[in-house]
Nanobody
Framework: QVQFKESGGGLVQPGGSLRLSCTSSGFTMDYYSIGWFRQAPGKEREGVSSMRGSDGSTYYVDSVKGRFTISKDNAKNTVYLQMNSLKPEDTAVYYC?????????????????WGQGTQVTVSS
């Protein structure tokens, strides 16, 4: 069963940076799309960024454009989310998942194989 594992979260001051990692055993990230999502307390899970493994195409929601960068390292079978200029409103649990397809949409369905998430807290 495919399962993703997120790591790299933590507490950071506004304006700071974090790099999240998404890994998986039994699933190679060089073809299907991988998406990063987040869920803040009391809010629904929302898509943040996605990358198509086959060609490296990326997509970002407007709220993170210019601040977040999604990338991958095929040798490490890892997808990253570099987050710069963090704001308190970026505070959330961050998840990665795959849509088992080649889309870049950040609608929650048909993403699956969700990990446990990693907490990102932006606070002074």
């Amino acid at each position: 069963q495919v399962q993703f594992k997120e790591s790299g979260g933590g507490l950071v001051q506004p304006g700071g940076s974090l790099r999240l990692s998404c890994t998986s055993s039994g699933f190679t990230m060089d073809y299907y799309s991988i998406g990063w999502f987040r869920q803040a307390p009391g809010k629904e899970r929302e898509g943040v960024s996605s990358m198509r493994g086959s060609d490296g195409s990326t997509y970002y929601v407007d709220s993170v454009k210019g601040r977040f960068t999604i990338s991958k390292d095929n040798a490490k079978n890892t997808v990253y989310l570099q987050m710069n200029s963090l704001k308190p409103e970026d505070t959330a649990v961050y998840y990665c998942a795959t849509d088992y397809g080649l889309g870049l949409s950040l609608q929650e369905w048909p993403y699956a194989s969700w990990g446990q998430g990693t907490q990102v807290t932006v606070s002074s």
